[in-house]
């Protein structure tokens, strides 16, 4: 297995040494397991130790892992230039799928990361160090959760979605989910104990929308 992650960021660097450890033994078979993708054409020095490629330039049976962690822009470029490649998922060997669970192409999970029980998950999901996502779960494609976020069981997460870095949300009550609209964004620290529409932002303490 050879990955290369599109992205020369922060996040791209921790994506490569998960992906690094991933391939593992393989590694020393393989000539260069983990390569970036910069988004600029002009990028063309080495980083963490990792060549940089062009897209087109990738081989065929190299699987491609988006590192970005606005999901708009992810959407965009695995919709966009990245249309038509495989994707990978790479996960962390301390994140934790415990009971069923499905997760779609491309997913990342950081160090720490839980996924319990009957919890379904879109494609190109992104979970930050020591994000949880409780039973009875279902998120779409492109959600990002940042470190420490905390999913309740029976949730339900929109595509695009982005829940801050320490956001809880609440459990949902029996026989009614707890609903994150698409494209919404609770933001850090917040405490989310109703429901929050597609698009808006809250924040706080029991979270509310975010006066502009």
């Not at 965009?76 to 495989?86: D, N, S, V």
């Not at 997760?103 to 029980?117: F, K, Q, R, S």
């Not at 492109?142 to 609440?170: Q, S």
């Not at 529409?197 to 006066?211: C, I």
Request: net charge negative; with cysteine; proline share 5%.
């Amino acid at each position: 297995m050879r990955i290369a992650i599109l992205g020369t960021g922060a996040l791209a660097r921790e994506v490569a040494a998960l992906a690094l450890d991933q391939v593992g033994a393989e590694a020393a078979d393989v000539g260069e397991p983990v390569v970036f993708v910069p988004r600029d054409a002009a990028d063309v020095a080495p980083l963490a130790g990792h060549s940089l490629r062009a897209l087109a330039e990738l081989e065929d049976d190299r699987e491609l892992v988006i590192a970005v962690g606005d999901p708009a822009l992810r959407r965009r470029i695995a919709e966009g230039e990245a249309a038509g490649r495989r994707f990978a998922t790479v996960m962390a060997d301390t994140a934790r799928r415990r009971g069923r669970s499905d997760i779609g192409e491309g997913a990342v999970l950081c160090d720490g990361v839980v996924v319990t029980d009957d919890v379904r998950i879109g494609r190109h999901f992104l979970a930050n160090p020591h994000a949880c996502v409780m039973h009875d779960c279902v998120i779409g494609d492109f959600v990002t959760l940042a470190p420490g976020a905390i999913v309740n069981g029976n949730v339900e997460i929109g595509d695009g979605a982005y829940i801050g870095a320490g956001a809880v949300i609440k459990q949902g009550a029996p026989g009614r989910a707890m609903r994150i609209g698409p494209g919404a964004v609770v933001g850090m620290g917040a405490v989310v104990t109703r429901d929050v529409p597609a698009g808006e932002t809250v924040v706080g303490n029991p979270a509310r929308p975010l006066k502009r």
